[in-house]
């Protein structure tokens, strides 16, 4: 008898209809490593939940909303519900990308909702994307036969189709799936008759359901079957919409076409403007306008607020900056907050100063901008996921930087499972894994010492050396002990007689020396990593060489053998919703004037795209403030505010690594100055014409791209 790849027996595939549950020799759950495409999915999440839980939300008519759980099918059996899927292009197009896959559905179960869904058919696998995961266990989870798993998001739960599942939601939101049927590779050549006898199973069961005088051929069933089968494998060879029997469903979108697209509503905003993202940086900057009375509408992908707090952290996360580094210089944290607050208490934190700014009024929540493009007349056209076009004043860009995952580039290929350190939720990921983590940076060390508890064993790889610092220094947190007049080169001094003292020479851990001084990178504010390595429960490698199957080759020759490899090596800063090139980054830095402008566009402010050495807060709350100023500056003004820094002697960013107090100090000055641009404008406006910006279609390049 031959084998699949995973080694189960090969035949005829069990079917649903047979009389009791499956009692074979089929394992429960699959090892998501096995599969060579699973990686690409979970790396694409966030695109799909963005673009599904929107969908969902705005069409609950299409969705059976008298059951405890909602399903809108975009592939089923083989046959694509053209006019659902074509709702969601992203997702279709990564969905058509894994091979094998004969479908798909977006599941949301409402909160105290248990399902028990039946097996089907041997000859599938079924995969589960959490995509929002109210709960952990016990509250949510899924058991098939005596396995219980936890909803990860970002993760993929597989299972064997044939068992019967159970999956529950006990928490107080809803959850959110995304769920695949896959073909297994032997069955291939069987996929019409597969899909074509679970379809006239189906259709034969609702049949039975529905109309009372077919019971009474009840004992013929089986023969019914065999008569239906056929048809529908002949239907589905013929590509007929048989589609279209399976339910009635209402229309997704009322939305006629134009020249195949969306046609576009315009709506005029001209009088606000336009706030991108609703993260810690939108919410201070939307302050900061509230304040000064700039009217403005702010725009969120998301559900609620928090940006990367929300969805895009581990649950085991904690600030490396204290509370009082971190805080809003308006809006203290709660007294009974710890030094470094969790990610949990960070979001209530954040949830906490929009409600009392009374900011969240102004927030529109699951609205997408997928495309922006500045006018003539220095406007700017907005373009929503919905197909909406609105026109804005100008455009604050607060999207974050920790989202576009930079992965590094080896020779060969890791066949086990290999993730970045955004797709890293919780240690059970690690259990009993042999993991190694890429980077020497914050996130690289948490990840590696939740591994060298829970894991097998545990390596990291550094291709240079880094500074690691402890969060505290005679009992207060690190960065609160360096003050705000001592200069950089004090600060050095201070920092290396401290670490010479406590943690020694790091060549004795096994670590490269660092080939930068302290705070010319972001450093790891992290130690504990040098206590595990001490413990043998971490150890250093250099870089790696390269893949072969699960062996990683490093750069001095040795190799060994992985479970799991975590790049843990930083983000891109990216604004995928501006033409390509419009902002210029060249080498990880965004080139602007005041860390903020462009010299060729009027109203475009782009904010926080360097790395703080400590905290957002007490520098967003002064830009907030300082932003509204120049907004009301620009607005008497006809040339681009960064165009007259520009000529005034300003010098682009030269550092991605923000220095807090410098950076205070020179927004506390420029609060005075900014007024004296006004004479400095009008002077250069006798030389200098007032630059109009080029006309953008969706995708195409901007002429000032670095390259």
């Not at 907004?631 to 220095?659: C, D, F, W, Y």
């Amino acid at each position: 008898m031959k084998t699949d790849r995973m080694g189960h027996k090969r035949g005829r595939p069990w079917f649903f209809e047979a009389k009791g549950p499956y009692r074979g020799n089929e394992p429960c759950s699959v090892d998501p490593g096995q599969l060579g495409w699973t990686t690409q999915l979970e790396a694409q999440w966030i695109t799909i939940r963005e673009e599904l839980i929107s969908l969902i939300e705005d069409n609950q008519n299409s969705l059976n909303t008298s059951k405890p759980y909602k399903t809108y099918e975009m592939l089923a059996w083989g046959i694509e519900c053209e006019n659902k899927s074509g709702q969601c292009p992203r997702t279709r197009e990564i969905i058509r990308g894994i091979p094998g896959v004969i479908g798909a559905s977006f599941v949301a179960l409402d909160s105290g909702a248990t399902i028990k869904p039946q097996g089907e058919t041997t000859a599938l696998i079924r995969c589960y994307l959490s995509l929002v995961a109210p709960a952990p266990l016990p509250q949510c989870g899924v058991r098939v036969g005596n396995e219980t798993k936890q909803w990860n998001e970002g993760q993929l739960l597989i299972f064997g189709n044939a068992h019967n599942r159970t999956e529950w939601n006990n928490s107080t939101g809803t959850l959110y799936v995304l769920a695949l049927d896959i073909l297994k590779p032997e069955y291939a050549s069987m996929t019409g008759s597969i899909c074509g006898r679970i379809l006239a199973a189906t259709y034969l069961e609702n049949a039975y359901e529905r109309t009372q005088w077919l019971r009474h051929f009840e004992p013929i069933k089986s023969v019914l079957l065999n008569l239906v089968q056929p048809l529908f494998y002949l239907a589905l060879r013929a590509h007929l919409p048989i589609a279209r029997l399976r339910r009635r469903s209402a229309p997704v979108f009322s939305r006629p076409r134009v020249d195949g697209g969306w046609k576009k509503a315009m709506q005029d905003c001209s009088s606000y403007y336009c706030i991108i993202g609703a993260g810690p940086g939108g919410l201070g900057i939307a302050r900061g306008l509230a304040k000064a009375g700039v009217p403005y509408e702010q725009l969120e992908a998301d559900t609620d607020i928090g940006g990367n707090w929300r969805h895009g952290v581990y649950e085991t996360t904690h600030i490396i900056s204290s509370k009082k580094t971190t805080e809003y210089g308006d809006f203290p944290m709660p007294e009974n907050y710890p030094d470094f607050p969790s990610a949990e208490q960070m979001l209530a934190y954040l949830c906490s100063y929009a409600e009392h700014f009374r900011l969240r009024d102004r927030i529109q929540f699951r609205t997408k901008v997928v495309f922006c493009r500045p006018l003539p007349d220095h406007r700017w056209e907005v373009e929503l996921d919905s197909g909406e076009t609105r026109i804005y004043r100008g455009l604050i860009v607060c999207n974050g930087h920790h989202w576009d995952c930079r992965w590094p580039s080896y020779p060969g290929t890791f066949a086990g499972q290999y993730i970045h350190a955004k797709q890293y939720k919780s240690p059970e990921q690690l259990r009993g894994k042999r993991v190694l983590v890429i980077g020497g940076g914050n996130s690289a060390c948490d990840i590696a010492s939740e591994a060298a508890r829970v894991g097998k064993a545990t390596c990291m790889s550094m291709r240079r050396g880094y500074w690691f610092l402890p969060k505290t220094i005679l009992g207060r947190p690190l960065l609160e002990c360096l003050p705000g007049w001592m200069p950089l080169w004090m600060q050095r001094i201070m920092l290396r007689t401290l670490l010479r003292l406590i943690v020694g020479d790091y060549r004795n851990y096994g670590l490269p020396r660092p080939d930068h001084r302290i705070f010319e990178a972001h450093p790891t504010v992290n130690i504990e990593v040098l206590h595990f390595i001490r413990h043998g429960r971490i150890r250093p490698k250099p870089d790696i060489a390269r893949f072969e199957g699960t062996i990683v080759e490093f750069t001095d020759g040795s190799k060994e053998e992985f479970d799991l490899v975590v790049a843990a090596t930083g983000y891109h800063v990216s604004f995928p919703f501006l033409p390509k090139g419009l902002v210029p980054v060249k080498d990880g830095l965004a080139l602007l004037y005041a860390e903020c402008l462009l010299s060729d566009f009027k109203n475009l402010y782009i904010i926080g795209t360097g790395q703080l050495r400590y905290g957002f807060g007490p520098l967003l709350t002064p830009a907030g403030d300082l932003i509204a100023q120049m907004i009301q500056l620009q607005e008497k003004m006809e040339l681009p505010l960064g165009l007259v820094l520009r000529e005034s002697g300003a010098r682009l960013s030269n550092t991605h690594l923000t220095n807090p107090h410098e950076s205070l100090r020179s927004m506390r000055i420029a609060k005075h100055t900014l007024p004296l641009l006004l004479g400095r404008e009008r002077l250069l406006r006798q030389r200098i014409a007032t630059p109009t910006p080029p006309v953008y279609a969706h995708g195409e390049p901007s002429p000032l791209e670095v390259h």
